[in-house]
């Protein structure tokens, strides 16, 4: 099992940034490929950014590209969601998510571990 806690979550001005924090327990972290999902008032879970286990290769959506930066610390047990230049359709509610293996998938489905979500809201 895996336990996954997001915080950074928060209200900022268009333009601004934020930093999305995700630590996890339990199992051995490092083992587990992360991706960050974002899901907004009336509309389905959508991927934003994933880093394979190793933090060798990230991938992003093509609306955060140039904006989101995803790390990972397996020391710390940690990855981040560094968000820069936010724009209101930015706004939602942020996920942590986990699978098992190193390869990142952007289906939510394929994810085995959730934190419970960190609200974004960018005001313009």
């Known amino acids: 099992q895996v336990q996954l806690v997001e915080s950074g979550g928060g209200l900022v001005q268009a333009g601004g940034s934020l930093r999305l924090s995700c630590a996890a327990s339990g199992r051995t972290f490092s083992s587990y490929a992360t991706g960050w999902f974002r899901q907004a008032p009336g509309k389905e879970r959508e991927f934003v950014a994933g880093?394979?286990?190793?933090?060798?290769?990230?991938y992003y959506a093509d609306s955060v590209k140039g904006r989101f930066t995803i790390s990972r610390d397996n020391a710390k047990n940690t990855v981040y969601l560094q968000m820069n230049n936010l724009k209101p359709e930015d706004t939602a509610v942020y996920y942590c998510?986990?699978?098992?293996?190193?390869?990142?998938?952007?289906?939510?489905?394929?994810?085995?571990?959730w934190g419970q979500g960190t609200q974004v809201t960018v005001s313009s």
């Open positions: 880093i394979r286990w190793s933090g060798s290769t990230t």
């Open positions: 998510a986990a699978r098992r293996g190193p390869t990142v998938k952007a289906e939510f489905r394929e994810y085995n571990y």
